[in-house]
């Protein structure tokens, strides 16, 4: 069966994708901060032996080579590139991101999670995906991120963040095409998470089912594309 690679994977839609791909009976290896306290992927540990529990902060980088080397030679199918952040808690980070009212601390910790992480990622798994069947590396993005749907402002922070995790999908997609890997980016619609809120306007099941649809049958010639959990292509 099919390995993926999740970050972010003890809530949230990272769980969700956890759950799903375990059914499938695929292999999950998923990666979170502290797995000590993460008793919703022990209790599926417990439950699937196809899930391994890895111990990750992306925001440093020595852990990521360090988990790099310990699955040297694992293939990795699906490196799911999820784990983000909104700010620094989801009142304050809203409130922090505005022209008027910015605070730079939120702005450059958004930069390292949602940025430079990923970046990371795929600097130290390129190897474990290209050595794979379906060599598939998903970004999780936001509509927020859209340039040409920004008609509103607000939110400058994450906003600016996504857009350049974008920019990194279209540029890395280029550099990843003789390895033969398919990279894109992902709009998980705005989802009953923790970040997303009860507020949110989809469940958390239908998106990851979306997404993991999109996952299933992207195409090489897709590399490089931004889609939305139900497959329709988003706008730059
Ligand atoms: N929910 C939405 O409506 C929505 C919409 C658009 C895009 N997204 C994107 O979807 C992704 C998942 O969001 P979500 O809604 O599932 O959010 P969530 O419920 O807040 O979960 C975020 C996940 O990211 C992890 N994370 C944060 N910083 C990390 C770090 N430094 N190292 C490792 N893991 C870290 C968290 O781990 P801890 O538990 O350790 O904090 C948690 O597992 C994010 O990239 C987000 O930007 C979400």
Request: charged share 20%; aromatic share 6%; glycine share 8%.
């Amino acid at each position: 069966m099919p390995r993926v690679l999740i970050t972010g994977a003890n809530r949230g839609l990272g769980l969700e994708h956890t759950r799903q791909y375990l059914v499938k009976g695929w292999d999950v290896l998923a990666c979170c901060r502290t797995p000590a306290t993460a008793t919703e992927l022990i209790d599926l540990a417990n439950e699937y032996r196809a899930l391994e529990i890895h111990q990750l902060d992306v925001t440093n980088h020595t852990e990521i080579d360090e988990c790099a080397t310990i699955l040297a030679g694992t293939k990795i199918d699906v490196l799911l590139n999820n784990a983000g952040i909104l700010g620094a808690d989801l009142s304050m980070g809203l409130q922090h991101q505005t022209l008027s009212d910015m605070s730079y601390d939120i702005w450059r910790e958004l930069l390292e999670v949602n940025v430079l992480s990923p970046f990371k990622m795929i600097s130290a798994f390129q190897e474990h995906v290209a050595s794979s069947d379906m060599k598939i590396i998903m970004m999780m993005s936001s509509d927020l991120g859209s340039i040409s749907n920004n008609t509103v402002g607000g939110v400058h922070g994450y906003r600016t963040t996504k857009a350049s995790l974008n920019m990194l999908t279209k540029g890395l997609a280029a550099e990843l095409e003789p390895l033969g890997i398919t990279i894109f980016s992902m709009a998980p619609g705005w989802c009953k998470t923790d970040m997303g809120t009860e507020l949110a306007d989809v469940e958390v099941v239908d998106s990851v089912a979306g997404q993991q649809c999109v996952i299933s049958t992207i195409q090489f010639a897709d590399s490089g594309s931004w889609f939305n959990y139900n497959g329709d292509p988003v706008s730059w």
